[in-house]
Protein backbone atom coordinates (compact mmCIF):
# COMPACT_ATOMS: atom_id res chain seq x y z
CA UNK A 1 0.00 0.00 0.00
CA UNK A 2 1.65 3.58 -0.98
CA UNK A 3 1.84 6.66 1.41
CA UNK A 4 -0.51 8.20 -1.22
CA UNK A 5 -3.10 5.49 -1.04
CA UNK A 6 -2.93 5.02 3.18
CA UNK A 7 -3.38 9.10 3.46
CA UNK A 8 -6.19 9.19 1.00
CA UNK A 9 -8.09 6.94 2.89
CA UNK A 10 -7.44 8.08 6.57
CA UNK A 11 -8.93 11.37 5.01
CA UNK A 12 -12.27 9.41 4.44
CA UNK A 13 -12.17 8.28 8.01
CA UNK A 14 -14.62 10.56 9.47
CA UNK A 15 -16.97 10.27 6.82
CA UNK A 16 -17.03 6.65 7.16
CA UNK A 17 -17.55 6.35 10.84
CA UNK A 18 -20.31 8.61 10.29
CA UNK A 19 -22.05 6.59 7.37
CA UNK A 20 -21.45 3.31 9.58
CA UNK A 21 -22.72 4.91 12.91
CA UNK A 22 -25.88 6.39 10.95
CA UNK A 23 -26.53 2.53 9.10
CA UNK A 24 -26.27 0.77 12.56
CA UNK A 25 -28.64 3.55 13.56
CA UNK A 26 -31.02 2.50 11.19
CA UNK A 27 -30.83 -1.34 10.74
CA UNK A 28 -33.08 -3.16 8.24
CA UNK A 29 -34.29 -6.55 7.79
CA UNK A 30 -33.48 -8.49 4.71
CA UNK A 31 -35.25 -7.83 1.63
CA UNK A 32 -36.48 -4.34 3.42
CA UNK A 33 -33.40 -2.83 3.34
CA UNK A 34 -35.36 0.32 1.61
CA UNK A 35 -33.56 3.03 3.47
CA UNK A 36 -30.18 1.70 3.52
CA UNK A 37 -29.77 0.74 -0.15
CA UNK A 38 -31.29 4.69 -0.75
CA UNK A 39 -28.01 6.06 1.27
CA UNK A 40 -25.91 3.54 -0.87
CA UNK A 41 -27.06 4.73 -4.18
CA UNK A 42 -27.18 8.28 -3.26
CA UNK A 43 -23.54 8.62 -2.02
CA UNK A 44 -22.36 6.31 -5.24
CA UNK A 45 -23.77 9.15 -7.64
CA UNK A 46 -22.49 11.94 -5.39
CA UNK A 47 -19.31 10.34 -6.13
CA UNK A 48 -19.90 9.86 -10.00
CA UNK A 49 -20.31 6.42 -9.86
CA UNK A 50 -23.27 4.72 -12.28
CA UNK A 51 -25.56 2.62 -10.66
CA UNK A 52 -28.04 0.69 -10.49
CA UNK A 53 -31.39 0.00 -7.60
CA UNK A 54 -33.60 -2.44 -7.17
CA UNK A 55 -31.42 -5.63 -8.24
CA UNK A 56 -33.16 -8.65 -6.25
CA UNK A 57 -35.46 -5.70 -4.62
CA UNK A 58 -33.49 -3.61 -2.55
CA UNK A 59 -30.04 -4.47 -4.21
CA UNK A 60 -27.46 -2.08 -5.54
CA UNK A 61 -25.06 -2.29 -7.95
CA UNK A 62 -22.42 0.57 -8.54
CA UNK A 63 -20.14 0.04 -11.86
CA UNK A 64 -16.50 1.68 -12.25
CA UNK A 65 -14.58 1.73 -15.42
CA UNK A 66 -11.16 2.57 -15.31
CA UNK A 67 -9.23 4.49 -18.15
CA UNK A 68 -6.74 1.80 -19.13
CA UNK A 69 -7.28 -0.46 -21.78
CA UNK A 70 -8.51 -3.58 -20.11
CA UNK A 71 -11.86 -6.06 -20.88
CA UNK A 72 -11.26 -7.84 -16.94
CA UNK A 73 -14.40 -7.26 -14.64
CA UNK A 74 -13.92 -7.88 -10.82
CA UNK A 75 -16.94 -7.87 -8.41
CA UNK A 76 -16.61 -6.33 -4.78
CA UNK A 77 -19.39 -7.49 -2.52
CA UNK A 78 -20.88 -6.35 0.59
CA UNK A 79 -24.15 -7.46 2.51
CA UNK A 80 -26.57 -4.62 3.89
CA UNK A 81 -29.43 -6.58 5.94
CA UNK A 82 -29.38 -6.78 9.63
CA UNK A 83 -30.96 -9.04 12.35
CA UNK A 84 -33.96 -9.36 14.62
CA UNK A 85 -32.05 -8.78 17.40
CA UNK A 86 -32.75 -6.44 20.42
CA UNK A 87 -29.56 -4.37 20.78
CA UNK A 88 -27.92 -4.04 24.17
CA UNK A 89 -24.67 -2.03 23.64
CA UNK A 90 -25.64 1.23 24.83
CA UNK A 91 -24.00 2.64 22.47
CA UNK A 92 -25.24 6.65 21.28
CA UNK A 93 -25.45 5.56 18.01
CA UNK A 94 -27.49 2.47 18.95
CA UNK A 95 -30.64 0.76 16.97
CA UNK A 96 -33.48 2.87 16.81
CA UNK A 97 -35.81 0.40 15.80
CA UNK A 98 -36.75 -1.80 18.47
CA UNK A 99 -35.92 -5.39 18.29
CA UNK A 100 -33.60 -5.13 15.23
CA UNK A 101 -29.54 -4.75 15.21
CA UNK A 102 -26.34 -4.56 13.18
CA UNK A 103 -25.03 -8.14 15.47
CA UNK A 104 -23.39 -9.15 12.40
CA UNK A 105 -21.43 -6.06 10.92
CA UNK A 106 -22.96 -5.50 7.88
CA UNK A 107 -23.21 -1.63 8.52
CA UNK A 108 -19.46 -2.04 8.24
CA UNK A 109 -19.17 -3.95 5.14
CA UNK A 110 -21.34 -1.74 3.16
CA UNK A 111 -19.33 1.29 4.88
CA UNK A 112 -15.98 -0.49 3.68
CA UNK A 113 -16.98 -1.05 0.29
CA UNK A 114 -18.55 2.77 0.04
CA UNK A 115 -15.57 4.05 0.81
CA UNK A 116 -13.42 1.69 -1.91
CA UNK A 117 -16.02 3.16 -4.27
CA UNK A 118 -15.18 6.34 -3.28
CA UNK A 119 -10.98 5.78 -3.50
CA UNK A 120 -11.86 3.91 -6.75
CA UNK A 121 -13.77 6.84 -9.05
CA UNK A 122 -11.23 9.11 -7.50
CA UNK A 123 -8.57 7.29 -8.74
CA UNK A 124 -9.70 5.59 -12.15
CA UNK A 125 -6.01 4.52 -13.43
CA UNK A 126 -6.87 1.00 -13.79
CA UNK A 127 -7.61 -1.57 -16.72
CA UNK A 128 -11.12 -3.00 -16.87
CA UNK A 129 -14.25 -2.71 -14.74
CA UNK A 130 -14.91 -2.76 -10.86
CA UNK A 131 -18.72 -3.62 -9.84
CA UNK A 132 -19.95 -2.67 -6.81
CA UNK A 133 -22.40 -5.55 -5.60
CA UNK A 134 -24.41 -4.17 -2.41
CA UNK A 135 -26.51 -7.17 -1.08
CA UNK A 136 -30.00 -7.46 0.49
CA UNK A 137 -30.60 -10.51 2.76
CA UNK A 138 -27.24 -11.90 4.04
CA UNK A 139 -28.76 -13.28 6.90
CA UNK A 140 -31.36 -16.33 5.90
CA UNK A 141 -33.79 -14.10 3.48
CA UNK A 142 -32.41 -15.03 0.09
CA UNK A 143 -30.46 -12.11 -0.95
CA UNK A 144 -27.89 -13.46 -2.94
CA UNK A 145 -29.94 -15.85 -4.93
CA UNK A 146 -32.36 -12.72 -5.04
CA UNK A 147 -30.09 -10.56 -7.39
CA UNK A 148 -28.70 -13.83 -8.97
CA UNK A 149 -32.41 -14.70 -9.82
CA UNK A 150 -32.26 -10.88 -11.54
CA UNK A 151 -30.02 -11.06 -13.70
CA UNK A 152 -26.46 -9.96 -11.68
CA UNK A 153 -24.02 -11.33 -13.76
CA UNK A 154 -25.68 -10.47 -16.79
CA UNK A 155 -26.46 -7.03 -15.99
CA UNK A 156 -22.91 -6.55 -14.54
CA UNK A 157 -20.77 -9.04 -15.99
CA UNK A 158 -17.80 -10.40 -13.62
CA UNK A 159 -14.87 -12.63 -14.47
CA UNK A 160 -14.15 -12.89 -10.68
CA UNK A 161 -16.03 -12.06 -7.37
CA UNK A 162 -14.77 -11.46 -3.73
CA UNK A 163 -16.51 -11.17 -0.27
CA UNK A 164 -15.34 -9.80 2.56
CA UNK A 165 -16.62 -10.51 6.91
CA UNK A 166 -15.66 -8.60 10.02
CA UNK A 167 -14.57 -11.52 12.78
CA UNK A 168 -14.69 -10.74 15.86
CA UNK A 169 -11.33 -12.07 18.27
CA UNK A 170 -9.20 -11.55 15.35
CA UNK A 171 -6.75 -8.77 15.87
CA UNK A 172 -7.28 -5.32 13.99
CA UNK A 173 -4.81 -5.63 10.97
CA UNK A 174 -5.27 -9.37 10.58
CA UNK A 175 -6.81 -11.44 8.26
CA UNK A 176 -8.06 -14.97 7.86
CA UNK A 177 -8.93 -17.36 4.75
CA UNK A 178 -8.32 -20.28 3.61
CA UNK A 179 -8.35 -22.14 0.17
CA UNK A 180 -11.06 -24.59 -0.68
CA UNK A 181 -14.37 -24.97 2.23
CA UNK A 182 -14.10 -22.08 4.59
CA UNK A 183 -17.72 -21.62 5.47
CA UNK A 184 -20.61 -24.82 5.63
CA UNK A 185 -23.96 -26.08 3.84
CA UNK A 186 -26.25 -24.31 6.64
CA UNK A 187 -30.11 -26.05 7.05
CA UNK A 188 -32.91 -25.66 9.27
CA UNK A 189 -34.96 -28.63 9.99
CA UNK A 190 -38.44 -28.91 11.52
CA UNK A 191 -40.36 -32.14 12.35
CA UNK A 192 -43.42 -32.37 14.04
CA UNK A 193 -44.73 -35.31 15.87
CA UNK A 194 -48.48 -36.39 15.54
CA UNK A 195 -50.81 -38.58 18.54
CA UNK A 196 -53.88 -39.06 20.01
CA UNK A 197 -53.12 -36.97 23.11
CA UNK A 198 -54.90 -38.11 26.10
CA UNK A 199 -55.02 -37.73 29.98
CA UNK A 200 -51.45 -38.23 31.38
CA UNK A 201 -52.83 -39.04 35.02
CA UNK A 202 -56.08 -41.17 34.18
CA UNK A 203 -55.59 -42.90 30.93
CA UNK A 204 -52.04 -42.52 29.35
CA UNK A 205 -52.21 -46.16 28.45
CA UNK A 206 -55.36 -45.53 26.00
CA UNK A 207 -52.79 -42.70 24.23
CA UNK A 208 -50.54 -42.46 21.52
CA UNK A 209 -47.33 -39.96 23.59
CA UNK A 210 -45.24 -37.99 20.89
CA UNK A 211 -43.22 -36.90 24.27
CA UNK A 212 -42.03 -40.48 24.03
CA UNK A 213 -41.10 -40.04 20.41
CA UNK A 214 -39.31 -36.82 20.68
CA UNK A 215 -37.29 -37.91 23.41
CA UNK A 216 -36.21 -41.10 21.30
CA UNK A 217 -35.91 -38.70 18.21
CA UNK A 218 -33.09 -36.33 20.32
CA UNK A 219 -31.12 -39.26 21.14
CA UNK A 220 -30.84 -40.86 17.87
CA UNK A 221 -30.16 -37.65 16.15
CA UNK A 222 -27.08 -37.43 18.08
CA UNK A 223 -25.82 -40.64 15.62
CA UNK A 224 -26.37 -39.06 12.97
CA UNK A 225 -22.79 -37.41 12.44
CA UNK A 226 -21.28 -39.99 14.80
CA UNK A 227 -22.11 -42.95 12.84
CA UNK A 228 -23.17 -42.01 9.24
CA UNK A 229 -20.51 -39.38 8.48
CA UNK A 230 -16.72 -40.57 8.16
CA UNK A 231 -14.83 -39.40 11.33
CA UNK A 232 -12.56 -36.83 8.87
CA UNK A 233 -15.30 -34.98 7.78
CA UNK A 234 -16.96 -32.13 9.98
CA UNK A 235 -20.59 -31.65 10.29
CA UNK A 236 -23.51 -30.92 13.20
CA UNK A 237 -27.17 -31.55 13.88
CA UNK A 238 -28.02 -29.63 17.03
CA UNK A 239 -31.62 -29.23 18.38
CA UNK A 240 -32.72 -25.20 18.42
CA UNK A 241 -36.14 -25.36 19.97
CA UNK A 242 -38.90 -27.59 21.24
CA UNK A 243 -42.83 -26.67 21.64
CA UNK A 244 -45.65 -28.58 23.02
CA UNK A 245 -48.64 -29.09 25.37
CA UNK A 246 -49.25 -26.04 28.13
CA UNK A 247 -47.22 -25.56 31.24
CA UNK A 248 -51.01 -24.60 32.54
CA UNK A 249 -52.35 -27.96 32.06
CA UNK A 250 -49.78 -30.37 32.56
CA UNK A 251 -51.74 -33.50 32.99
CA UNK A 252 -52.38 -33.16 29.46
CA UNK A 253 -50.58 -35.60 26.94
CA UNK A 254 -50.09 -33.05 24.01
CA UNK A 255 -51.49 -34.34 20.79
CA UNK A 256 -48.47 -32.51 18.75
CA UNK A 257 -45.28 -31.58 19.40
CA UNK A 258 -43.09 -29.46 17.24
CA UNK A 259 -38.72 -29.91 17.54
CA UNK A 260 -36.77 -27.46 15.18
CA UNK A 261 -32.83 -27.16 14.63
CA UNK A 262 -29.87 -26.80 12.27
CA UNK A 263 -27.48 -28.31 10.10
CA UNK A 264 -23.98 -28.17 9.19
CA UNK A 265 -22.03 -29.69 7.06
CA UNK A 266 -19.17 -29.06 4.28
CA UNK A 267 -20.16 -31.19 1.12
CA UNK A 268 -23.03 -31.98 -0.80
CA UNK A 269 -22.45 -35.98 0.32
CA UNK A 270 -22.85 -35.57 3.41
CA UNK A 271 -26.10 -32.87 3.06
CA UNK A 272 -27.58 -35.79 1.64
CA UNK A 273 -26.67 -38.49 4.54
CA UNK A 274 -27.98 -35.78 6.86
CA UNK A 275 -31.42 -35.54 4.81
CA UNK A 276 -32.00 -39.10 5.02
CA UNK A 277 -31.36 -40.01 8.35
CA UNK A 278 -33.42 -37.10 9.62
CA UNK A 279 -36.43 -38.03 7.59
CA UNK A 280 -36.00 -42.33 8.46
CA UNK A 281 -35.32 -41.57 12.04
CA UNK A 282 -38.76 -39.41 12.43
CA UNK A 283 -41.03 -41.95 10.34
CA UNK A 284 -39.49 -44.87 12.09
CA UNK A 285 -39.56 -43.56 15.27
CA UNK A 286 -43.14 -42.17 15.08
CA UNK A 287 -44.61 -45.67 13.97
CA UNK A 288 -42.98 -47.55 16.75
CA UNK A 289 -44.78 -45.49 19.06
CA UNK A 290 -48.44 -45.32 16.98
CA UNK A 291 -47.82 -41.69 15.96
CA UNK A 292 -47.01 -39.92 12.60
CA UNK A 293 -44.23 -37.20 11.72
CA UNK A 294 -44.06 -34.71 9.17
CA UNK A 295 -40.46 -33.24 8.28
CA UNK A 296 -39.72 -30.17 6.70
CA UNK A 297 -35.84 -29.90 5.72
CA UNK A 298 -34.34 -26.84 3.91
CA UNK A 299 -30.74 -25.98 3.39
CA UNK A 300 -30.22 -21.86 2.93
CA UNK A 301 -26.16 -22.08 2.14
CA UNK A 302 -24.02 -24.38 0.38
CA UNK A 303 -20.87 -24.94 1.47
CA UNK A 304 -18.36 -21.33 0.68
CA UNK A 305 -15.57 -23.27 -1.00
CA UNK A 306 -12.37 -20.28 -2.12
CA UNK A 307 -11.25 -20.70 -5.82
CA UNK A 308 -7.61 -21.24 -5.51
CA UNK A 309 -6.14 -18.73 -7.97
CA UNK A 310 -8.40 -16.09 -6.31
CA UNK A 311 -6.94 -17.32 -2.86
CA UNK A 312 -3.87 -16.51 -3.75
CA UNK A 313 -4.89 -13.13 -5.19
CA UNK A 314 -6.76 -12.61 -1.78
CA UNK A 315 -3.76 -13.10 0.08
CA UNK A 316 -1.53 -10.95 -1.51
CA UNK A 317 -3.68 -8.45 -1.63
CA UNK A 318 -4.47 -8.68 2.44
CA UNK A 319 -0.20 -8.81 2.51
CA UNK A 320 -0.09 -5.98 0.87
CA UNK A 321 -2.01 -3.82 3.47
CA UNK A 322 -0.78 -5.94 6.61
CA UNK A 323 1.91 -7.47 6.22
CA UNK A 324 2.10 -11.91 5.40
CA UNK A 325 2.28 -12.07 8.95
CA UNK A 326 -0.68 -10.60 10.05
CA UNK A 327 -2.01 -12.95 7.07
CA UNK A 328 -3.54 -16.55 7.95
CA UNK A 329 -3.67 -17.81 4.85
CA UNK A 330 -4.47 -21.42 5.79
CA UNK A 331 -7.65 -21.13 8.68
CA UNK A 332 -9.61 -23.86 9.84
CA UNK A 333 -12.83 -23.95 8.42
CA UNK A 334 -16.04 -22.23 9.88
CA UNK A 335 -19.40 -24.11 10.42
CA UNK A 336 -21.15 -20.91 10.32
CA UNK A 337 -23.47 -20.25 6.44
CA UNK A 338 -23.29 -17.19 4.05
CA UNK A 339 -25.41 -16.98 1.14
CA UNK A 340 -21.96 -15.43 -0.81
CA UNK A 341 -21.43 -19.45 -1.37
CA UNK A 342 -24.07 -19.28 -4.24
CA UNK A 343 -22.15 -16.38 -6.16
CA UNK A 344 -19.14 -18.38 -5.68
CA UNK A 345 -20.86 -21.35 -7.62
CA UNK A 346 -21.48 -19.43 -10.46
CA UNK A 347 -17.71 -17.48 -10.47
CA UNK A 348 -14.40 -18.04 -9.16
CA UNK A 349 -13.29 -15.60 -6.23
CA UNK A 350 -12.61 -15.82 -2.77
CA UNK A 351 -14.16 -14.76 0.98
CA UNK A 352 -12.11 -13.35 3.21
CA UNK A 353 -12.26 -12.68 7.20
CA UNK A 354 -11.02 -9.24 8.40
CA UNK A 355 -10.67 -9.08 11.81
CA UNK A 356 -12.94 -6.92 14.58
CA UNK A 357 -10.54 -6.82 17.42
CA UNK A 358 -10.07 -8.34 20.71
CA UNK A 359 -11.72 -6.98 24.05
CA UNK A 360 -9.09 -5.59 27.00
CA UNK A 361 -10.64 -8.23 29.46
CA UNK A 362 -10.57 -10.94 26.69
CA UNK A 363 -14.23 -11.44 26.32
CA UNK A 364 -15.38 -10.16 22.98
CA UNK A 365 -18.82 -10.15 21.92
CA UNK A 366 -19.31 -12.24 19.33
CA UNK A 367 -21.53 -12.58 16.01
CA UNK A 368 -25.91 -12.75 16.29
CA UNK A 369 -25.09 -11.11 20.44
CA UNK A 370 -26.79 -8.23 21.47
CA UNK A 371 -23.55 -6.73 22.14
CA UNK A 372 -21.83 -6.56 19.25
CA UNK A 373 -20.53 -3.64 17.40
CA UNK A 374 -18.45 -3.42 14.08
CA UNK A 375 -14.66 -1.82 14.84
CA UNK A 376 -14.56 1.75 12.97
CA UNK A 377 -10.87 0.80 13.55
CA UNK A 378 -11.10 -1.59 11.08
CA UNK A 379 -12.84 0.60 8.15
CA UNK A 380 -9.51 1.96 6.32
CA UNK A 381 -8.10 -1.24 6.49
CA UNK A 382 -11.12 -3.19 4.65
CA UNK A 383 -11.28 -0.28 2.34
CA UNK A 384 -7.40 -0.24 1.60
CA UNK A 385 -8.22 -4.08 1.19
CA UNK A 386 -10.97 -3.70 -1.43
CA UNK A 387 -8.67 -1.07 -3.09
CA UNK A 388 -5.31 -3.54 -3.41
CA UNK A 389 -7.42 -5.81 -4.81
CA UNK A 390 -8.09 -3.96 -7.61
CA UNK A 391 -4.65 -2.88 -8.01
CA UNK A 392 -3.88 -7.00 -8.01
CA UNK A 393 -6.41 -7.85 -10.45
CA UNK A 394 -6.78 -4.35 -12.97
CA UNK A 395 -3.62 -3.76 -12.37
CA UNK A 396 -4.66 -0.11 -10.43
CA UNK A 397 -1.81 2.55 -10.48
CA UNK A 398 -1.85 3.79 -6.85
Not at 13 to 32: C, F, K, N, S, V
Not at 45 to 53: A, D, F, K, S
Request: net charge negative; hydrophobic share 40%; glycine share 12%.
Amino acid sequence: MTDQMRDTIASYHPELTAIRRDIHAHPEMGLEEVRTAALVAAKLREWGITTVENVGKTGVVGTIRGKLPGQRSIGLRADMDALAIPEATGLPYASTHEGVMHACGHDGHTTMLLGAARYLAEHRDFAGTVQLIFQPAEEGRGGAVAMLDDGLFERFPCDAVYGMHTMPGLPVGHFSLRKGPLLAASGRWNVVFKGTGGHGGATPHLSTDVTIVLAQYIQAIQTIVSRNVAPLEAAVVSVGSIHGGSNQSSNVMPAEIEITGTMRCFNGKVQAIIDSKMESLAHALAAANGCTAEVKLKWGTTALVNHDENTDTAIAAASAIVGAGAVQSNAPPITGGEDFCFMLEKKPGAFIFVGNGVAENGKTPGLHTPLFNFNDETTPIGVAYWVELVKQELNLKA
